[in-house]
């Protein structure tokens, strides 16, 4: 049965319902959006006992402050924006239990850019296309398509009791540096580019600018060098595509991304680096790398393994 | 011909059909999707044609990239050398042209040298092929509009476009699925929602079909308003026979 968890008392700068996206309706113009940073989505899911593609709540560097309507399983997993129970820290990447009364809050951004705040039996809005992400600019999914506002009531399906204190090993959580590495397949467009152009990609560092959103990441560094023009007949953009237009700058692309765009794509991101490139906050400093196809593959198996393991474990 | 294939990341694949833009590699695009439609590939979660591509995206844990390359080349092998009949829909869009919902008409008449009726003939009655659906949910690309009518944005873009909106931007013709800002130059407007996000059918066109825009009334217009509002109005289609030769 549906029930009143959280009333909101401050939005924060931007919280919003995600879950995996918006799948299958891309061919029709709509766009993708989910979780910017999947892992820590299914983490904080599998904490509380809930399926790994669940809605959670995403908040994004000065977080939201709640007043906690009935009692709740909840886990907070991705960057540290310093979660508080009642004015005390509260724990990350472990399910905990929020009771009636309680004041949950958020203060300082110590590490990462997002947070994910997910509910035992998942947060009750309505499903738009198959799924309950927020894509605002078309006021589509979450709370009216809209970011959280004060005095908003977000409820529980109640479907599950949920379990508390369960948490992920600490080897396993993720460490967002300053300074990241991000893996990519080089393509689709390479011969659009300079030998020298691409050299400059991977050997210089770029880095991320506050003109960044879930959209897209704008960088600033090096000139990436065309040998031809910078645009294309529009084609489909994935997550992670990394454009350049003619100015040379790169922009990679993210969860609210276009479904299409025309300009040259030099390089993808792979999709086990998404989780890292999501906490990255302007002013980190992103060095790119070249693998082959088969490689990130490799990674993404071992990565989903561990996903697997998880549930299996989680999810009843 | 044969398909390029590149990969993009670890979870998409882009078939390259051609280099430029044709009814011809629009076709066979759209004969490829459907392909992939009826024969499912297991591990394939969508797929977004496009101008000039078709892209696949997967799940790696699924299928391989190798793999499904190999399975997506014997499809293409499949498909040489058929020469298949496609019919194709076109979808009648009933237009108010002109007046406070196509401000800037008389400006696309005077830019040609045209009457506002001349714009309206040559636009009207006209099947635009749907070359492809982005830049925002519902909208399409729609090409083979003439020459005669091509007019530049406006030099001050509007704020607010109001949902169903047609326009032409250079050589484009168009319909706003939202509202949205835009620089458009808006000719008239549809009361037809290509976009519904709650509704049963959320989007209400697809690559590969045609388009046409019929004129009529204002009062036609507020009529075919009222009875979408009471959920009675359906889109009307056609047929449309197009033969498909394909070269091998």
């Given amino acids: 049965m549906s029930k009143p968890i959280f009333k909101v008392r401050k939005s924060g700068l931007l919280s919003t319902i995600q879950d995996s996206g918006r799948k299958g309706y891309q061919q029709y113009g709509i766009v993708v959006s989910g979780a910017m940073d999947p892992f820590s989505m299914n983490v904080a899911n599998f904490l509380v006992g809930n399926k790994g593609n669940e809605a959670v709540l995403e908040i994004t560097v000065m977080g939201p402050a709640f007043k906690v309507l ?19 820290k509260a724990p990350m990447w472990k399910s905990f239990t929020l009771k ?3 004041r949950l809050e958020f203060g300082q951004p110590l590490s990462g850019a997002r947070s994910y705040i997910s509910l035992a039996g998942g947060y009750d809005v309505p499903l738009v296309m198959g799924s ?3 894509y605002l600019k078309a006021g589509i999914g979450g709370v009216e398509g809209r970011a959280l506002e004060k005095g908003d009531v977000l409820h529980t399906s109640g479907k599950i ?3 508390s204190g369960r948490a992920l090993h600490p080897d396993e959580i993720p460490v967002y540096e300053k300074e990241l590495t991000i893996r990519v397949v080089l393509g689709p467009h390479e011969h659009a580019f300079t030998e020298e152009g691409i050299q400059t990609f991977l050997s210089t560092p770029y880095e991320v600018t506050p003109q960044s959103d879930r959209m897209g990441f704008r960088l600033k560094g090096e000139k990436v060098e065309h040998a031809t023009s910078a645009d294309i007949i529009s084609e489909a953009i994935p997550l992670g595509g990394i454009q350049v237009p003619a100015n040379g700058d790169p922009i990679i692309l993210m969860s609210d991304r276009q479904t299409t765009g025309g300009y040259t794509r030099i390089a993808t991101v792979i999709s086990s680096d998404i989780p890292y490139l999501a906490q990255a906050m302007p002013g980190c400093t992103i060095h790119f790398r070249e693998v082959t196809v088969e490689q990130a593959q490799e990674v993404f198996e071992t990565n989903d393994r561990f996903l697997r393991t998880l549930e299996k474990v989680s999810v009843r | 011909m044969k398909l390029d294939y590149y990969p993009l990341g670890d979870t998409g694949i882009q078939l ?3 280099t430029e833009i044709s009814e011809e590699t629009n076709r066979r695009i759209r004969m490829f999707a459907d392909e992939l439609a009826q024969h499912p590939i297991d591990g394939v979660v969508e797929w977004v044609p496009a101008y000039t591509t078709l892209t696949i995206y997967y799940l790696p844990n699924k299928i391989s990239f190798n793999a499904l390359k190999q399975k997506l080349e014997e499809l293409d092998e499949q498909q040489h050398g058929r020469e298949a009949e496609s019919a194709s829909l076109v979808y009648i869009i009933p237009t108010y042209y002109g007046d406070e919902v196509g401000s800037d008409l008389e400006f696309v008449a005077e830019h040609n040298g045209l009457s506002k009726e001349e714009v309206i003939s040559i636009h009207a009655n006209k099947d635009y092929l749907i070359y492809m659906m982005g830049f925002v949910p519902g909208f399409p690309y729609l090409g083979g509009m003439s020459e005669e009518i091509a ?6 873009p509007r704020a607010e476009i109001e949902p169903g909106s047609v ?7 168009g319909v706003y699925p939202l509202e949205s800002p835009g620089g458009w130059q808006l000719i008239g407007q549809t009361p037809v929602k290509l976009y519904d996000p709650t509704g049963e059918r959320p989007i209400l066109l697809e690559s590969g079909h045609y388009l046409r825009f019929v004129p009529i009334s204002k009062e036609e217009f507020l009529n075919i308003k009222e009875s979408i509002k009471r959920g009675e109005y359906k889109v009307e289609t056609e047929e449309k026979k197009v033969s498909v030769h394909e070269v091998g």
Avoid: H, Y
């Fill in chain 1, 70 to 88: 009935d009692d709740a399983v909840i886990a907070i997993c991705g960057g540290n924006l310093s979660p508080k129970v009642n004015g005390e």
């Fill in chain 1, 100 to 102: 009636k009364g309680d």
């Fill in chain 1, 132 to 134: 309950k992400s927020t």
């Fill in chain 1, 161 to 163: 009791d949920g379990i």
């Fill in chain 2, 16 to 18: 390259v059909f051609g």
């Fill in chain 2, 151 to 156: 007019t530049p944005r406006r030099e001050n």
């Fill in chain 2, 167 to 173: 326009g032409i931007a250079g050589a484009q013709t």
